[in-house]
């Protein structure tokens, strides 16, 4: 069964400094890979997804993500946090594969922001 | 403004007692689904529905029910053989039924037990 691990439970990084969440999944086939931010009290948002091609993603906010096959990883990325990028944000993995079509969240890292 | 509403922002619950969740769209997606969150944990899938009058079950339904009467509409009602209701329920929809659709979330309403 396909699974999604985010190892860091809370992450604390200075407002300009850079960032890198990290997540690992577990599936057989080429995987399709999203991350989700989610404000306090608040639903998601999709920052971006991987299904195929360049394994360097671009999504919004300035976030990017990078597919490495090698490691199953897509860990997320940005080059200079904001105090508003804090958040709770969750990498998942979708398997496509029949009617049975799933999406597994992970168990989401917080972002805290220190000024 | 197009998107997701879901009411209200929390719900309390007495032991025994059915309680129904509100979610609309106005974005004419034909896709919404259910999700619970608790703390620590990501979603789990609770019911989907990739068109009106039809409904699948997901991970976690059991002590749920659903109904897709109108596009725009897609209820949760959390039953009383729901033994650990306390939550976080978010409500997304897709254009189409398929996950590689972008999902769109409400802003989730949280239930209490009393």
């Known amino acids: 069964a396909q699974s999604v691990t985010q190892p860091d439970i809370h992450i604390t990084v200075s407002e300009g400094a850079s960032l890198e969440l990290r997540c690992n999944y577990s599936y057989g086939a080429t995987p399709y890979l999203f991350w989700y931010v989610q404000s306090p009290g608040q639903g998601l948002q999709l920052l971006l997804k991987y299904f195929s091609g360049d394994t360097l993603v671009q999504g919004i906010k300035g976030f990017e993500a990078e597919f490495k096959r090698s490691q199953s990883s897509f860990n997320l990325r940005k080059p200079s946090v904001h105090w508003s990028d804090a958040a709770e944000y969750f990498c998942a993995v979708g398997e496509f594969m029949n009617r049975d079509d799933k999406i597994i969240f992970g168990k989401g890292t917080r972002l805290h922001i220190l000024p | 403004d197009g998107g997701i509403t879901q009411s209200p922002k929390y719900l309390f619950r007495k032991e025994g007692q059915n309680v129904t969740l509100s979610c609309e769209q106005n974005?004419?997606?034909?896709?919404m689904y259910w999700y619970r969150q608790d703390p620590g944990q990501g979603l789990r899938l609770i019911y989907y529905?990739?068109?009106?009058?039809?409904?699948q079950k997901g991970d976690i339904a059991e002590g749920y029910s659903v109904s897709r009467e109108k596009k725009e509409s897609f209820p949760l009602t959390v039953t009383s053989a729901q033994k650990n209701p306390t939550a976080f329920y978010l409500c997304?929809?897709?254009?189409?039924?398929?996950?590689?659709?972008?999902?769109?979330f409400g802003p989730g309403t949280r239930l209490l037990v009393l």
């Open positions: 529905s990739q068109i009106v009058n039809d409904f």
């Open positions: 997304a929809s897709s254009i189409a039924g398929d996950l590689r659709e972008t999902q769109y």
């Open positions: 974005l004419n997606h034909d896709a």
